[in-house]
């Protein structure tokens, strides 16, 4: 992944069909800020494709999640998008970047993923996931 200062940051994860995308403004930020993230799923299968929207998280440079961090998602029962072949869904949401305390002793990044299914949202589905990151991210001071 190669960062360009002021330009927007992707991530892009494909699988069995369906394409993943992870978009951000930057990759600079300033600590504490609340962030928009932008996602989306796309079907280039020949079958409907089911997808569980996911979990936006912030991770430190050993992969542990941020407590009380990344996206405040309250959805319950979780939104389904279901798919035809060559259509997508977008969505966004909003992060919270590491407090300025937090941002000082580690290193950051962004990951996200989805949940999939090519064919059953039944309570026997097998769910596959899909991950698009890590994208690392530079904090600044508040």
Do not use: C
């Not at 069909?17 to 951000?24: I, Q, Y």
């Amino acid at each position: 992944m190669v960062l360009k200062l002021g330009q927007p940051t992707v991530a892009t994860a494909e699988r069995a069909g369906l394409v993943f995308v992870v978009r951000l403004s930057d990759h600079t930020f300033r600590a504490g800020a609340s962030v928009p993230v932008d996602l989306m799923t796309r079907n280039t299968s020949h079958g409907v494709i089911y997808v569980m929207r996911g979990d936006v998280a912030i991770q430190d440079e050993q992969g542990n999640r941020l407590p009380g961090g990344g996206a405040d998602d309250s959805r319950h029962p979780p939104i389904i998008d279901k798919l035809a072949p060559g259509a997508e869904a977008k969505w966004g949401q909003q992060v919270r970047m590491p407090s300025p305390e937090e941002a000082v002793h580690h290193s950051y990044s962004l990951l996200a993923g989805v949940d999939f299914n090519p064919e059953d949202v039944g309570l026997t589905a097998l769910w596959l996931t899909l991950f698009a990151g890590p994208i690392p991210l530079r904090l600044t001071p508040e």
